[in-house]
């Protein structure tokens, strides 16, 4: 039996309140699409190929990121807590702006990704390790 999935073909979603949206369901031939000032807790592209993809100023909160390809894609000021990365391909991924991160560096591929130094924690977590700043 033939399942119809929802194709996304260079779709610009702004100003969106959609929580909880399984776009790994979504039709991955030409999957292109990007996200500015939305609201998506609890979705999930779980094991979607989505490069380039632009996130600005969205909250990710407990969105799900595992086994997806996002290289040379944008977070820009997006919150990203408790997101799951979990053998994602963040290549070239820009993580600068955002906040709220926790990425395995062991677990998740992410080659000339940019982090900033306040976000550098959400790179440590696992090690349970207090960073302070002094002056």
Same mark, same amino acid.
């Given at each position: 039996m033939s399942t119809l999935k929802t194709a996304f073909r260079d779709v610009k979603f702004k100003d969106c309140k959609m929580l909880g949206v399984p776009f790994d369901d979504c039709n991955g031939i030409g999957l292109f699409f990007s996200f500015e000032n939305c609201l998506l807790n609890l979705s999930s592209f779980y094991k979607t190929k989505i490069r380039k993809t632009s996130f600005r100023n969205c909250q990710l909160q407990e969105t799900d990121f595992a086994q997806c390809d996002l290289t040379?894609? #944008? &977070?820009?000021?997006?919150? =990203? =807590?408790?997101?799951? &990365?979990?053998?994602?391909? =963040? #290549?070239?991924a820009d993580f600068r702006t955002s906040y709220n991160y926790s990425i395995d560096p062991e677990m998740n591929r992410i080659k000339k990704a940019k982090f900033s130094v306040r976000g550098i924690s959400g790179l440590l977590d696992k090690y349970d390790l207090t960073i302070d700043s002094y002056p």
């Open positions: 040379d894609s #944008e &977070f820009d000021n997006c919150d =990203l =807590l408790s997101a799951t &990365f979990d053998h994602t391909i =963040l #290549e070239k």
